[in-house]
């Protein structure tokens, strides 16, 4: 477990310009500007602030954003690969597309491999907080920190609370879906969810989008939803997303490499063009889930390398939704 990886550093969406197209005064662009400051002191990233309203016209400043980032584009690709250790590696793990299989060979994989990477000092973000319904008791046991379980059960309550108030809750899931392929309740379903963040005490409890800093694993408020849940993880720090999906998913993400982990090899055969790491070995015995997850791991450590990329990058599977606080399970 001392070895190196190779730092993500030379992908052009880690490394490239943000640009920023505002239609406001320069007083709003001044408070934007500080209040990126206050949320993240170290954000030292290229940002391109464009004013429309301070603009020549609207051909003018499409021609300057667009010839500013390809300046950026061309400094952000003079960055190499520096040799960084495993203490680096930020995996988020999602489910989507669940099926019978999934808290029996992938999640539980993917969980043995966060134990591992938490173990030596790396972080694990476990999120889609409506899919942890039924789970939660489970995990509150596993906080070491009291204040953190209670921001956690404030976190549930307050999402299920809003959900509810628009006639919703977080006891629609199971979803018809999940239901017809074998997850037939909400307790097998969140357990099973669950089982990706492996067996790691829980360190830190965050909000949407709250930067990761402790190692270790860490419970991340997100909708169940794909796209909004990998989108938050990846801006609260994902370098890797391992993505377990029983029936297939697209979902894949512009910043940070989606993995997609399937929980049988019925699906691996059938959308070979977007899986990854086939779990269906567990399934017929051939491998243990320890086997599986250590597996798992050095495919992560390859990937965060540039050894292997991921089918989703390949793919341009470039999905990005901000969750907007709107009722999204």
């Known amino acids: 477990m001392g070895r190196l990886l190779a730092a993500y550093a030379d992908h052009p969406n880690v490394a490239g310009v ?3 197209s505002l239609g406001c005064q320069n007083l ?23 004013e429309q309203q301070q603009s020549q016209s609207e051909e003018q400043l499409i021609s300057d954003a667009i010839k500013d980032t390809f300046k950026g584009l061309i400094e952000a690709n003079k960055i190499e690969r520096q040799p960084a250790p495993l203490t680096k590696l930020v995996l988020g793990v999602k489910c989507g597309g669940s099926d019978g299989f999934s808290g029996i ?18 972080k694990v973000l476990l999120a889609e907080f409506p899919e942890l319904c039924g789970a939660e008791q489970q995990l509150i046991d596993r906080t ?11 976190l ?39 089982k990706k963040g492996g067996t790691s005490p829980v360190v830190d409890v965050l909000d949407y989008t709250e930067p990761a800093t402790k190692p270790g694993l860490s419970l991340v408020c997100t909708p169940g939803n794909d796209v909004e849940a990998t989108t938050g993880k990846a801006a609260s720090g994902a370098t890797l997303i391992l993505f377990t999906t029983g029936l297939g998913t697209p979902t894949g993400n512009p910043v940070c490499p989606t993995i997609k982990v399937s929980t049988n090899n019925v699906l691996t055969k059938r959308m070979n063009d977007i899986i990854d790491i086939n779990c269906g070995p567990v399934v017929e015995g051939e491998k243990t889930i320890e086997e599986m997850g250590e597996d798992i791991l050095e495919y992560c450590i390859k990937a965060a390398s540039g050894e292997v990329i991921p089918k989703a990058v390949l793919l341009n599977q470039d999905d990005f939704i901000p969750w907007k606080r709107g009722v999204s399970l």
């Open 144 to 154: 070491i920190d009291e204040d953190k379980a209670k921001k956690f059960i404030h």
């Open 105 to 122: 060979s992938a999640n539980p994989s993917v969980g043995y491999t966060s134990d591992l990477l938490a173990a030596i000092g790396g």
């Open 156 to 194: 549930m309550t307050t999402y299920n609370s809003q959900a509810e108030a628009v006639g919703s809750g977080f006891y629609m899931n199971p979803s018809p879906g999940n239901i017809k392929d074998g997850l037939i309740t909400d307790a097998i379903k969140s357990t099973g969810a669950a």
């Open 18 to 20: 943000t640009i920023l």
């Open 28 to 50: 709003q662009t001044k408070q934007l500007l500080e209040e990126i400051k206050l949320r993240n002191p170290n954000f030292d990233k290229p940002l391109l602030v464009y």
